[in-house]
């Protein structure tokens, strides 16, 4: 089993920034695939940005070119950087990481967005 336990996450108003971070620890061997996935009140789960090892990435088309995700290997955590944020990212964050192709999620982080 993975576990993952995030950090980060609180109010900020519209246009800033902040940063989310992902540990994971456990059985924590052939993690392919790290990142974040958010979930608004009444909407379905969508993707955020996801990294695989190989450093490929995938960002959400809503977040394009605001929010960066980086992992460090050496520590197996995932950081998401979100800058110029907005009322609609408003959401519970979820890390996730893909490992022999089961998917592991942590409990969440609430960003709220306003002002």
């Not at 996450?9 to 920034?17: I, R």
């Not at 959400?60 to 950087?81: E, M, P, W």
Request: overall charge positive.
């Amino acid at each position: 089993q993975v576990q993952l336990v995030e950090s980060g996450g609180g109010l900020v108003e519209p246009g800033g920034s902040m940063r989310l971070s992902c540990q994971a620890s456990g059985s924590i061997y052939s993690i392919h695939v790290m990142g974040w996935y958010r979930q608004a009140p009444q909407k379905q789960r969508e993707l955020v940005a996801v990294i695989s090892t190989a450093g490929n990435i995938n960002y959400g088309g809503s977040v394009q070119g605001r929010f960066t995700i980086s992992r460090a290997d050496a520590k197996y955590t995932v950081n998401l950087q979100m800058n110029s944020l907005q009322p609609e990212d408003t959401a519970v964050y979820y890390c996730t990481v893909i490992q022999k192709g089961n998917n592991f999620w942590g409990q969440g982080t609430q960003v709220t967005v306003s002002s």
